[in-house]
Every structure is written in structure tokens, then in C-alpha cells.
């Protein structure tokens, strides 16, 4: 692909992330960081594709330290986002008061 | 064969990478209500699974054994802290990710950049000039966000810390960084430029954050997180890789918006917070008026008559809830009360805790339903229909002095309206000022009266005296 090309899908991908994540209430925008680290764990990819060519003992072992941190961000960014969304819970599920129904 | 051929197809992979990167969207999408975001990070988490599978069919993908051992590294490190962590060490973990990710793309681009001067000299300058970007984006954010983390995790002082000149320094490391990395572009094939590039970088991520105060960390932390979504996109662009372009751009889109709202919050470019130190100059107005000026203080038994006999209370938390590790106990308060037909909601406002959002994932956790948690906008028509304001742990976002007083320090930060409840309770440990070392008129307030103490002890024996009742 040429750069103008990947510079398009760039500017198109930062409007449409301003647009959803523009959408996210503040209650969750805890989770949102730890979700968004999670996908920045794509970086990964980066130290995937590049491992197999690398030639010598510096280059591997940096690649590896890469996917080390990309994991990371991965796998722990999308288990305590899935461990603080589900605290958030409605009323209805613990029983709580029942503030919602009408009394009469 | 014919399998293993269509599975290395690049355009196979390629297509991969398009789910891969809706699904990123999708998850973040459906991020947008408590009720389904839970589904939106399994669908996050499945997309990030195909990006990985598709990566490693790529026919020039090999030393799996150095891949597993890296996965396996990450993961050893990764799911136990991600189990363990405590709610109230979010902003530390969050700090952390940022730092590695900031630091997994600037190791990328400097192997990168080795190979492909061991295989025939630069880069072409469309590979090249995201490279040098991602690699002084991400060191400065590998550092930046260390020192992030020690300062949450009170590891280093909180408190600014300044050299003199800094600003100085900072425009001439950035200077380096820009130089180097010019002139590597202009053709100058130098490994050693490269690495000075990363040092210089990583200097000035540890000087831009030493200088903030912890109150400004919640937007320190969106920054970095924005800084290294954009580094991994221009890593994207380097490794031509659709799925990185996309998926770093969204973090750095969350990340910027994060920082907008976070600096809005406190009535403060991010300039401003940069050049760092809040009240660090001059003593703050309004604390040196010399008078001692009357407070009402109250006992636990008179705040439960009044919260039992209210129609509705509204509880104002800041940090200092936390710090008391008070949460639960004022839920307990909360549905003690509601029994009694009071109807309680919290007021959060957007920079309670130490990240955006924090003080809802610590109330959430001691099982507040999340429809009771609401946003300053929405709460602040509503205090004048509250009987009682429980202010607790909270100073400068509820100074009406940002309201009123054109000379505070923190005039037009936007505030909760509490003072305009009925009646105010403030908890406190004592009379010294918040953070930020402003006088809060609130306490001086005719229809405020304040509780001295441990947050955590002061709502055990209120909640104490409602059942007694």
C-alpha cells in the first residue's frame, strides 16, 4: 500500500474514533483506558512479523522483550477491563432498593 | 497445498486484519453503556486474537519458539497483575500498559530500522520518517509513563518536582530528537543517531512528567495513553500494517479525547499543566486574610437524624473516600437509607479519583448500581431539590470559589453546585486545605456543617446511629 493510501485509512480511523469513543459515558471511562491499552497491545503484531528475518542475538532478544510488553498489554489490559466492567451492575441484579418499581 | 497457499495469501491476511480492526470499533462502540460493554471487550479481545493468528500465517513469520517465549513472558506477567490489581491501583496499572506499549513500539522500530541497514541501507523515507516518529513517541511514553507510575504508586514524591530551566532542557532534547532525526532522513546511515534519538526521548519523557503535581495525573495518564495509540499508527505506517495503523489510531483518539475532557474538568490547558507545579507559586489568595473565621461542627448522631429524615441525599466523593477505603461502608449507608425511603445518588465529578473515571469503577466495586452515579452536568440542576449534600473526602471540586471569586486560583473550573443543597455535611480529617492549597468557602457556608475524622470511621458511626434510629 502506498503511504497516501495508509495516511487516508489514518485520518479516517482517527474521525470515526473520536465518534464513538466520544460516546462513552465518564462512568466507564476507566475501563475505556484499560480496553484502549488492550488494542494498543496490537503492537504485537509488530514484533510477530518482524522476529522471523531478524538476524542475530541483539534484534531477537529486543523482539522478544516487544511481544513480552505487547502481551502484556493484551492479555492484562482486556482481563481487568472485563474484571471492572463486571462490577457495574443494575439494581435489579443485586436485589437492591427498590428505588425503580413504583410503590403503591 | 492448496489450503496452505490461500492461508498465506496476503490478501487472505490482509482481510483478517479488516475484521480484526472492525471488531476493535464494534468493541469500542458498544463501550458506550455499562449494559454492554462487557460484550464489547470479548469482541475486542476476539478481534485481537485474529490480528495474532493472521499475523503468524505470513510465510516469512518464523522463530516460533522465541514468539512463544515472548507470549509466554507477557502472559506470566500479565494475568497476574491484571487478577490482583486492586481498583484503587487502576491509575498505576494503567500507567504501566502505557509504558509498555510506548516501549514495545520503540524496541519494533529500532530493530526495525537495524535490519533494514544490515540488508542495504535506509529505509525508504515513506517507512522511514514513521519509524523515526514511532520511536520518539514511544520512548518518550515508556519513560513518561514509569515516572507516571512511580508517583502514583508513591514511589516518587508527588509533589512537582522542577530543575531550573527546565523548559530550556526540554526544547533542547526535543531538538536532538528532531535533528537526529532529520538528518538520518537526509540519508545520514547511522545506528548510533538512531540510539541517541531513543536516549534523548527517553530523557525528556522522565523530564515532562517529573515537573506534574499528582492532582494533574489524570491527565498525564490520558496523554500517554493518547501518545502511544499514535505511536503504535506511525509503527502501522512503518511495517505497512492496516490493522496497526487503525487500531493505534483509535487509542490515540481515546486518549486525546480523555485529555480534553480531563484538562476542561480543571479549567486548564494542557500547556498550562505541562509547565507543571498547581499552586506551586505564589501563596494562595484568600488563605492569608489573617481572621479565623466561625465553623459549625456536628456529631454523628445529628448527621443520621438529618440524612434519615431527608427526602433525598446526593454524596459528593473524592479521592479522600478512597484513600479511607470508605466506599463500602457509605453503600451501606446508602441502602440503610434508602430503606427508609431516602433516595441517594452520587455526584461525581470528572476529576474525583486519579484517573478519568476512577471513582465510578470504585463505587461500582462496592455495588452501587451505576445508574445511581451521576455526571456533574446532570446532577447540578438537581442540588437545589436535595436536603442534604454529603460532601466526603472531596475539597476543591466542590469550591464554590471557582464559581464566584474572579481572584481564585481556580476560578471557572466547573464544580459541583453542592453548596446550593439545602443542607451541606463535610466530612474531614481537618481544617487543612485540598490539594491544591485553596481556601474552600464552603466550609464557612451558614447551611454547611462539618464531621471531623476518618472518612471510613466517621460514615461507620453515622451508619451506626441511622440503625439505631
Known sequence: ?104 | MYTATFLQDPDFIRSLYIVAFALFIIDLRLMNHPRTARKGNVIGAVGMGIAVIATLLIESVGDYGLIALGIAIGTVVGVPAARSVKMTAMPQMVALFNGVGGGAVALISFVEYRESVAVGGNPELEALIPMLFAAVIGSVSFWGSNIAFGKLQEVLPGRPIQLPGQQFVNFGLLAVCVGCAIAIASGTESEGLFILILVAAAVLGNMFVLPIGGADMPVVISLLNAFTGLSAAAAGLALDNVALIVAGMLVGASGSILTMLMAEAMNRSIANIFKGGFGGGGAAPGAGDGEEKPVRSTDPADVAIQLAYARKVVVAPGYGLAVAQAQHTVRELADELEKRGVEVRYAIHPVAGRMPGHMNVLLAEADVPYDHLKEMDEINPEFPQTDVALVIGANDVTNPAAREQADSPIYGMPILDVDKAESVIVLKRSMNTGFAGIENPLFYAENTSLLFGDAKESVQKVLKEVEDL
Open chain 1, 1 to 104: 500500500m502506498d503511504l497516501l493510501t495508509e495516511l487516508t485509512i489514518l485520518v479516517l480511523a482517527a474521525f470515526v474514533g473520536f465518534e464513538v469513543i466520544s460516546k462513552v459515558p465518564n462512568t466507564l471511562h476507566t475501563p475505556l483506558m484499560s480496553a484502549t491499552n488492550a488494542i494498543h497491545g496490537i503492537v504485537l503484531l509488530g514484533g510477530l512479523y518482524l522476529i522471523g528475518p531478524a538476524e542475530g542475538f541483539l534484534d531477537n532478544f529486543l523482539l522478544v522483550i516487544a511481544i513480552a510488553f505487547g502481551t502484556i498489554n493484551v492479555v492484562g489490559g482486556f482481563l481487568v477491563t472485563d474484571r471492572m466492567l463486571e462490577m457495574f451492575r443494575r439494581p435489579s441484579l443485586r436485589g437492591g432498593p427498590p428505588d425503580a418499581r413504583p410503590r403503591d
